[in-house]
Protein backbone atom coordinates (compact mmCIF):
# COMPACT_ATOMS: atom_id res chain seq x y z
CA UNK A 1 0.00 0.00 0.00
CA UNK A 2 1.59 3.52 -0.96
CA UNK A 3 2.31 5.97 1.78
CA UNK A 4 -0.49 9.03 2.21
CA UNK A 5 0.85 12.02 2.88
CA UNK A 6 -0.72 14.13 5.45
CA UNK A 7 1.53 17.31 6.06
CA UNK A 8 -1.10 18.93 4.25
CA UNK A 9 -3.12 19.06 7.19
CA UNK A 10 -2.61 20.87 10.52
CA UNK A 11 -1.89 19.43 13.71
CA UNK A 12 -5.33 19.28 15.15
CA UNK A 13 -6.95 17.50 12.02
CA UNK A 14 -4.40 15.14 11.95
CA UNK A 15 -5.10 14.49 15.54
CA UNK A 16 -8.91 14.09 14.61
CA UNK A 17 -8.39 11.67 11.86
CA UNK A 18 -5.92 9.43 14.23
CA UNK A 19 -9.11 9.69 16.47
CA UNK A 20 -11.61 9.10 13.69
CA UNK A 21 -9.25 5.95 12.37
CA UNK A 22 -8.98 4.77 15.53
CA UNK A 23 -12.49 4.80 16.90
CA UNK A 24 -13.61 2.66 13.37
CA UNK A 25 -11.19 0.10 14.86
CA UNK A 26 -13.63 -0.16 18.54
CA UNK A 27 -15.65 -3.00 17.50
CA UNK A 28 -13.32 -4.96 14.75
CA UNK A 29 -11.52 -8.31 15.38
CA UNK A 30 -7.86 -7.75 15.24
CA UNK A 31 -5.74 -10.90 16.26
CA UNK A 32 -3.57 -10.16 18.86
CA UNK A 33 0.61 -11.72 18.35
CA UNK A 34 1.45 -13.37 21.07
CA UNK A 35 3.86 -9.93 22.45
CA UNK A 36 0.92 -8.19 22.00
CA UNK A 37 -0.96 -10.24 24.30
CA UNK A 38 2.17 -10.66 27.24
CA UNK A 39 2.00 -6.81 27.01
CA UNK A 40 -1.80 -6.50 27.91
CA UNK A 41 -1.46 -8.78 30.23
CA UNK A 42 1.20 -7.06 31.53
CA UNK A 43 -0.37 -3.96 31.56
CA UNK A 44 -3.75 -5.54 33.29
CA UNK A 45 -2.08 -7.11 36.21
CA UNK A 46 -0.73 -3.88 37.28
CA UNK A 47 -3.74 -1.86 36.56
CA UNK A 48 -4.80 -1.76 40.26
CA UNK A 49 -1.22 -0.52 41.79
CA UNK A 50 -1.41 2.23 38.78
CA UNK A 51 -5.00 3.01 38.26
CA UNK A 52 -5.03 6.00 41.03
CA UNK A 53 -2.20 7.69 38.70
CA UNK A 54 -4.78 7.33 35.81
CA UNK A 55 -5.91 10.44 33.72
CA UNK A 56 -9.11 9.96 31.45
CA UNK A 57 -9.23 9.98 28.10
CA UNK A 58 -11.15 13.27 27.84
CA UNK A 59 -8.55 15.29 29.85
CA UNK A 60 -5.62 13.88 27.97
CA UNK A 61 -7.01 14.78 24.51
CA UNK A 62 -7.97 18.12 25.71
CA UNK A 63 -4.33 19.01 26.83
CA UNK A 64 -3.30 17.86 24.26
CA UNK A 65 -5.82 20.10 21.80
CA UNK A 66 -4.59 23.02 23.91
CA UNK A 67 -0.84 22.42 23.38
CA UNK A 68 -1.54 22.28 19.61
CA UNK A 69 -4.15 25.40 19.47
Request: cysteine-free.
Amino acid sequence: MPRIDFSHLSPQERLELAEDLLDSLKDADIPLTAGMRAELDRRNSSFSETSAHAVPWETVRARVRQRDA
